[in-house]
C-alpha cells in the first residue's frame, strides 16, 4: 500500500513538474525576478549563450530600447517540443522588454546536424498544429481573447516553395504580443512574443 501512495506521489510530482515547463511570464519586470521564476519551474535552469540581434520589424521598439543579448534558457518538453526563453532587457535598469517562447528541436543547433531533425519534423504537420492550439488556450487563459485569430492552417507561397502558418495577435495600450507558427523546410516551430510599450 505504501509503495503505492509514494508511486501516485512521485507522478503527482512529475506531472506537476513538466507543467511548470509551459509558464510564461507576462509582466515587464526586473530580470532578477525572472531568473526567480525560471528556478522556480527548474531549480537548476539551462543557460545558454548565444548572440541574437533585433530588427525593427521584429521588435518596433529597437531604436527606443537598446537591450542586451538575452538571457536563454532551455527548458525540457511538457508536451512534444522544448522550450527556449529569451529574455532581451535594457541594461541600465535591467527592465524586461521582450520576451519570446519557441518550441523547436534544437533551436541553437547545428545547421548541418539540424537537417535531420528537419526531415523529421516535415512529416508532422498535425502535430504542431495541435502544439499551436494547446499553447494559444494557455496563453488565452492569461491574456484573454486575441485581437486577431487565425482558426486554421494557412498557406503561403515562397522562394523554397509552399509553407504552413498561423497566428494570433494580442495588443493594448500596454503590449504587443503574438503566438505564430511556421512549418516550412527549414523551420519548424511555434513561438510567442510579447513587448511592452513603454
Do not use: C
Request: charged share 30%; net charge positive.
Amino acid at each position: 500500500m505504501t509503495s503505492k501512495i509514494i508511486s501516485v506521489l512521485v507522478t503527482v510530482f512529475i506531472f506537476i513538474n513538466a507543467l511548470g515547463q509551459e509558464k510564461i511570464w507576462m509582466r515587464q519586470s526586473k530580470m532578477s525576478e525572472i531568473i526567480a521564476f525560471e528556478k522556480t519551474l527548474t531549480p537548476e535552469p539551462k543557460f545558454l549563450s548565444q548572440n541574437v540581434s533585433l530588427s525593427k520589424d521584429y521588435y518596433p521598439l529597437a531604436d527606443k530600447y537598446r537591450v542586451t543579448n538575452p538571457i536563454i534558457i532551455e527548458r525540457a518538453p511538457f508536451k512534444y517540443l522544448p522550450v527556449y526563453a529569451e529574455y532581451f532587457y535594457t541594461p541600465g535598469d535591467s527592465v524586461l522588454r521582450l520576451a519570446t517562447y519557441d518550441w523547436e528541436k534544437d533551436k541553437h543547433g547545428n545547421f548541418f546536424d539540424k537537417q535531420k531533425i528537419w526531415k523529421e519534423e516535415s512529416k508532422k504537420l498535425k502535430t504542431y498544429n495541435k502544439e499551436y492550439e494547446r499553447i494559444k488556450i494557455l496563453i488565452i487563459e492569461q491574456l484573454g481573447t486575441p485581437t486577431f485569430n487565425d482558426s486554421k492552417l494557412k498557406e503561403v507561397e515562397s522562394d523554397r516553395g509552399k509553407y504552413f502558418t498561423r497566428e494570433s495577435i494580442w495588443d493594448n495600450a500596454d503590449y504587443h504580443a503574438e503566438l505564430d507558427m511556421v512549418f516550412e523546410s527549414m523551420t519548424y516551430r511555434i513561438r510567442f512574443t510579447i513587448y511592452w510599450k513603454q
